[in-house]
């Protein structure tokens, strides 16, 4: 059932189908914004300014991302607050897991932690009706995360080959603390859940792997061992 | 000899104007970085997510400012970096003597802070040629800080009156706070403590005469002492 829709789809002909697309937009929308606020916070650790500017920059470029789904779930006659007020335990306890203690952590979170949070949106994102579908595409558009990151971290790993270890340590962390914060947010949200477990997605088993997979991607790009 | 243009005016012949326009764009572009940092990070606190989502807003519109002097600067043929690097630790000191321990206090100083530093460049941005006059300008408007500020402010002390004696004291630290590393500045950089003392902005005990002015009028729309 993949590209099945999920508005208004709910076999039981309930509204579990409205509920399900304004739970992605608003899990997303209040992710985005703390992914903001971290970055922002994290960018004040930057060792020259050409690195601050960089990631305040993508920082911003959250932001926006930000507005334009809160702006799509107003238009939906959504409490937008209300909305968002499900996914902020879940959301903040994944942040308060991951503080990064050094700039080159900071800078690991920004692309490991939006990457698989992106990966995850992407398979949501085709179960949604238009106009969210190419919204929740477009907002996963890489803020320039990859190509910073990358450089970044192999950089500092052939100055100091002791890095890998750590490094690779904290990208584990950084997607162990993701997904049990997904899970949690499955748990409490049931028509988030039927829309991953049961409304097109394949099956979760299926998903976890390719999330795998696309992590291993990442790393092998950054240098470490996944 | 207010609106007369710095840029090669110097009486000696010397490049000091050409230096001072550089200076002015750099000193106010490397604080709208850090104005973007400590708006964003102080949005954490923040007692809803329309009040985040306000600061952010904020915050985000500093970043822009930020990177259309940075702009500004490049074009001009500035390394940006080092063009910034000579105001970073009084900057930097301002925000580590003023930092906020309340979510009101963030709020007073989004509000006091930015209001007196636009005053203050306001009167500068008379003696730059164009087009970077138009740019200070315009780099100096107002984020939606006042609106913002002062009905969170007179609600929060509407509400409990012993806040009004220590939103007053904290606002007068960041105003002495601010003048004190406006202070340094001048002291260290030649070309640009000519600008403000005696290339066209009438006296220096007026400027502080004024500045204190509006300051007082800012504090009086807070429902504060100044």
Known sequence: ML?????????????AGREAVTDV???????ELVAFERMAHDAQYAPTLADKDALAGMAVVEFGHYRALRARLAERGADVEEAMAPFVAAVDAFHAGTQPKSWLESVVKAYVGDGIGSDFYRVVS??????????????????????????KVRAAVAADPTLAGRLALWARRIVGEALAQAQRVAVDRDALARVVAGEGVADFAALLGDLTTAHAERMAALGLRA
């Open 126 to 151: 085709r179960v949604l009706p238009e106009p969210e579908r190419s919204l929740v595409v477009d907002v996963l558009d890489d803020a320039g995360q990859s190509v910073f990151a990358v450089a």
């Open 25 to 31: 937009l608003a899990v997303l929308a209040y992710g």
């Open 3 to 15: 590209g099945a829709h999920v508005e208004g789809a709910g076999p039981d002909g309930s509204h």
